[in-house]
């Protein structure tokens, strides 16, 4: 059997449907987002999620039968003095506008790098890869995700947002590389 490693958002929460800015910032999961959790039907061998409490809390929402391995790597973009803002008010701020219109050309001040967070998930996956388990849950974060995707499909970042899940979707990636062998695979 070949190893699967399905990556998945975590749900709605408060601040998305609000249009604000998380990063490194929680709030709750809407009753949205519990749905999005407890809609996913899939047994894996081992779940791991990223520290930040939406995320904790989609995962065992998820699977509410197994352990939730918190790893701080797989934590959302942190988006430094843009957390907590609405996203309508930033409309005019030069940098939101190349962050999210020209990500590849991005240059950030307060926030975290796409090259950071990439970084950090890709040594992740590697890690990952080098389990015995064959299939592994990983429930992550938007832009978190979208990093590693666009990574393993060898895109240039501005390709970046076409990798973005709504809430508790995820990518399944089959096969024991860092090539993504089943590209989409949204429950």
């Known amino acids: 059997m070949s190893k699967i490693i399905n990556y998945y958002r975590h749900g709605e929460t408060v601040w998305n449907k609000e249009g604000r800015l998380q990063g490194w910032l929680d709030s709750e999961l809407t009753a949205k987002g519990m749905e999005q959790a407890m809609s996913v039907s899939w047994n894996p061998e081992i779940v791991f999620s990223s520290d930040l409490t939406r995320a904790v809390k989609t995962a065992h929402l998820m699977f509410p039968d197994h352990i939730i391995h918190k790893n701080k790597n797989l934590r959302e973009i942190n988006l430094g003095h843009w957390q907590g803002s609405y996203i309508k008010e930033l409309q005019q701020d030069e940098q939101y506008c190349c962050y999210m219109n020209s ?37 992550s974060h938007g832009v978190a995700i979208a990093c590693l995707m666009s990574a393993l499909h060898k895109q240039p970042y501005d390709k970046l947002w076409s990798y973005l899940l709504n809430g508790a979707a995820c990518f399944s990636i089959e096969g024991n590389s860092e090539q993504v062998h089943k590209d989409i695979f949204v429950q």
Do not use: G, K
């Open 103 to 139: 990500p590849e050309i991005f240059i950030n001040t307060t926030q975290e790098s796409f090259q950071d967070v990439t970084n950090r998930m890709i040594a992740f996956h590697q890690y990952l890869l080098q389990l015995p388990y064959e299939r592994i849950a990983v429930v």
